[in-house]
T-cell receptor
Framework: NAGVTQTPKFRVLKTGQSMTLLCAQD?????MYWYRQDPGMGLRLIHY???????AKGEVPDGYNVSRLKKQNFLLGLESAAPSQTSVYFC???????????????????FGEGSRLTVL | SQQGEEDPQALSIQEGENATMNCSYK?????LQWYRQNSGRGLVHLIL?????REKHSGRLRVTLDTSKKSSSLLITASRAADTASYFC???????????FGTGTQLKVEL
């Protein structure tokens, strides 16, 4: 019962390098999200997807691109990494849009364990 | 700017005591959720309260919601060392498409 799996778990990049974070979920969830977590800032939404083939910008999308070619996968790309992108990245998925969540089918977000990225 | 702000930022209590965390938010919501994060791990959903509810219970957790004050509180009764974690409130925003998290309360329960 894997749930939400993120790879890699740790990565160190040099400024200007590119990389892709992979998020895979095995719960057949429609909705997927990428957040970043920085000390004192809580979690901030980068991009999200409301279904296969769709993506939308969140609160802090600059410097990131995403793709949802398959329902179970949500990729987060950094084309030219900057030190400001040093962070812990979390992927999450849900069965319902947050606004529709209720006690019967909570629509809660299921999170991966995080990917710690350092940009030197 | 953050939709949710938790208060206090950090809380240290003794095992057996109750822990209360507060969350304030800015815009109207359909529901508010609380999540827990153990150190170095992902977030885990604890409880959800809808905008037309005032109080909910789940085990040792009690959540209240005051939509007129745009605030919520999470009470953990009879705390245990295993409750040591960060706790975040989250509200649906962007027309309900997104979940926006607060800055979190770091709870430490000492033996």
């Amino acid at each position: 019962n894997a749930g939400v799996t993120q790879t890699p778990k740790f990565r160190v990049l040099k400024t200007g390098q590119s990389m892709t974070l992979l998020c895979a979920q095995d719960m057949n969830h429609e909705y997927m999200y990428w957040y970043r977590q920085d000390p004192g800032m809580g979690l901030r939404l980068i991009h999200y997807s409301v279904g296969e083939g769709t993506t939308a910008k969140g609160e802090v999308p600059d410097g990131y691109n995403v793709s949802r070619l398959k329902k179970q996968n949500f990729l987060l790309g950094l084309e030219s990494a900057a030190p400001s992108q040093t962070s812990v990245y979390f992927c999450a998925s849900s069965t319902l849009l947050p606004g529709l969540a209720d006690f019967a089918n909570t629509g809660e977000l299921f999170f991966g364990e995080g990917s710690r990225l350092t940009v030197l | 700017s953050q939709q949710g702000e938790e208060d206090p930022q950090a809380l240290s209590i003794q095992e057996g005591e109750n822990a209360t965390m507060n969350c304030s938010y800015k815009t109207s919501i359909n529901n508010l959720q609380w999540y827990r994060q153990n150190s170095g791990r992902g977030l885990v959903h604890l409880i959800l309260i809808r905008s037309n509810e005032r109080e909910k219970h789940s085990g040792r957790l009690r959540v209240t919601l005051d939509t007129s004050k745009k605030s919520s509180s999470l009470l953990i009764t009879a705390s245990r060392a295993a409750d040591t974690a960060s706790y975040f409130c989250a509200t649906d925003t962007g027309g309900g498409n997104k979940l926006t998290f607060g800055t979190g309360t770091q709870l430490k329960v000492e033996l």
